[in-house]
């Protein structure tokens, strides 16, 4: 392929409620989608983090600054654009793998539309639609709490999140055990809410049959968590702190996490995802596909690779309308299974409505031209 334009477009998507964390409120999707096109097709991709460094050191206009000065500038130089030649010729840079997950999110769709196949395909798919479940943001109260669960579950997901933070913690989930049995499968976040000294309250978490508990200590302290896991029965999930499969591997060497959230953006694109998900697969480590709000153009490549042999646990791929009244896509849509398609049209399956996209912009910007 031969790189011809770069364009960034910056949208802001109302989110349907606020969603909670222990690090923040967010009210809307407010980041951009990288337009890349070349001589033979155009790709799609969405940039993960928000306008504020919280929950990652990267943010909407640093990621904006690396693609323009240093990313893109390596890409171009390239004699031959290929996917696979991206990660080699963007080595150098240090870090920045959402941005870096972004510019190939958008290659590899263009480089497949141009060979006519489906992410899912490239990937290894082993199946045409994934189990979903939903993340429940941090409530006001208890009964607010249960009764947003309650419609979750008649919507048809299939598990059930809970964040979780200090205050917040054992008896939300003691309340939802109670309303909605030991059957339900459910798991807690605490998007690194925790210290080792918190220990023994986070073991009263093991008397509720959780599936796991998803990075409760400090980011990329894989000792700490492997202190923590000899204390609980929950099985440990690490997420911000698996930047890679190496990361990925001395994690479950350390016995730091049984489990693997694997967020394609956070490793720095899919080509790593799929080698984060070959690790733990290859230990007997089940790994399930997290969620960063994305619009239907993160969330469409999300579930392609969540349909991989090892994605054993439902992710946060939910329906569009999770978070969206109208997204910027064709919405995915719950089956009565609690299930959602995998796209299977070239690349990433799925392209932009342009009145949505016409809506919700606000800049739009070329980074390069050829």
């Known amino acids: 392929m031969k790189l011809e ?27 951009f989608l990288l337009r890349v096109v070349t001589d033979s097709a155009e790709g799609w991709s969405e940039f993960a983090a928000d306008p504020e460094p919280l929950y990652c050191s990267e943010f909407v206009a640093g ?5 323009r000065d240093f990313l893109l500038p390596r890409v171009a130089a390239l004699p031959h654009l290929t996917t696979a030649a991206l990660a080699p010729a963007l080595a150098k840079i240090k870090g920045h793998e959402l941005a870096k997950a972004a510019l190939e999110t958008a290659v590899l769709d263009a480089e497949l539309r141009g060979h006519g196949m489906s992410l899912a395909t490239y990937l290894g798919a082993v199946r045409d639609r994934v189990p979903a479940g939903v993340s429940v943001g941090i409530k006001n109260a208890v009964p607010e709490l249960l009764d947003d669960v309650e419609r979750y579950l008649a919507e048809g997901y299939v598990r059930i999140k809970l964040k979780i933070e200090p205050g917040w913690d054992v008896e939300p989930v003691r309340a939802v055990r109670e309303r909605f049995g030991d059957d339900l499968p459910l798991q807690v976040d605490a998007n690194t809410a925790y210290t080792l000294a918190d220990a023994e309250h986070l073991r009263r978490l093991d008397a509720f049959g959780l599936l796991l508990i998803e990075e409760p200590l400090e980011e990329n302290n894989l000792y700490a968590h492997a202190q ?31 489990v693997v959230n694997v967020k394609p953006a956070r490793v720095g694109g899919y080509l790593e995802a799929r080698r984060v998900h070959d690790v733990a697969h290859a230990h007997g480590v089940p790994v399930w596909c997290g969620g960063m709000l994305e619009t239907g153009i993160g969330r469409a490549p999300n579930l392609a690779l969540a349909a991989l042999p090892g994605f054993t646990l439902p992710g946060d791929t939910s329906a569009s ?19 959602l398609p995998v796209p299977d049209g070239p690349g990433i399956g799925v392209t932009p409505l342009p009145d949505a996209l016409r809506r919700f912009t606000r800049a739009r910007r070329d980074l390069y031209t050829a």
């Open 228 to 258: 923590l896991q000899k204390r609980l029965r929950t099985p440990v999930c690490l997420d911000e702190s698996l930047h890679h499969a190496r990361d990925t591997a001395s994690a479950i060497a350390l016995d730091a996490c049984r």
């Open 321 to 339: 309308s999770r978070y969206f009244a109208e997204d910027i896509t064709e919405p995915f849509v719950l089956d009565a299974d609690g299930h």
């Open 5 to 31: 334009r770069v364009e960034i477009v910056h949208v802001a998507i109302p989110l349907v409620t606020p969603f909670r964390t222990s690090f923040g409120t967010m009210t809307a999707k407010d980041t």
């Open 63 to 67: 990621a904006e600054i690396v693609l």
